[in-house]
């Protein structure tokens, strides 16, 4: 009987304590008018084209004709052209990007151990098969493990497909996030042009 007795009362204190948690959260009625218009400043995210240096137009005469020369000056005002506006940003992107020396990519990992036998054995087999699709395994030691990597590449949907490529012969393969250097992207982006 006792136990029947303790029973209810924890679950009657159970259902209070729903009852009040459920009281307790109701939803306030917004307190401005329902034509409101939605207004937020976003001018802290544009970008400030106040550093533009817009070229300034000089009308010379000579003999009766008229030729203009552009010079930049600093005057603060917006460019006049969209076409200006972009030339300026790109060429602010390359002088923010001038030091970059690798970029995001993947790579393909054929192996990872410590063995090194297992490595150069895995690197004979990967440097015959990856030749018939276009890629080079290489051999990369980071303490204590040896990896065993081929490719280089910028998108992910690209990797994706050279690994179910080759997954047939390398089961084990899985694609890493890895730097890529820009040398590296440089060399296969002109032996592409050369091909074509």
Do not use: W
Request: contains cysteine.
């Amino acid at each position: 009987m006792n136990k029947i007795i303790k029973y209810r009362f924890l679950l009657f204190s159970i259902s209070l304590v729903f009852l009040m948690s459920l009281f307790g959260c109701t939803t306030t009625k917004p307190t401005s008018s329902s034509t409101s218009v939605y207004n937020e400043d976003l001018g802290a995210f544009r970008i400030a084209l106040a550093t533009y240096k817009a070229p300034t137009k000089e009308i010379t005469k000579v003999e009766n004709t008229e030729t203009t020369n552009t010079s930049n000056q600093t005057n603060g005002t917006p460019p006049t052209s969209d076409a200006m506006a972009v030339d300026a940003m790109l060429s602010r992107l390359v002088e923010k990007n001038s030091d970059l020396k690798s970029l995001p990519g993947y790579r393909i990992q054929l192996y990872t151990g410590s063995d090194s036998d297992k490595a150069n054995a895995v690197k004979n087999k990967a440097s015959y098969t990856l030749s018939r699709h276009g890629l080079r395994a290489e051999s990369v030691y980071e303490q204590p493990l040896f990896k065993i990597k081929a490719g280089y590449f910028i998108s992910q949907l690209e990797a994706q497909r050279q690994l179910v490529a080759i997954k047939d012969d390398f089961p084990e393969a899985i694609l890493v996030p890895d730097k890529i250097s820009l040398s590296v992207l440089r060399a296969r982006y002109q032996g592409s042009k050369e091909e074509e």
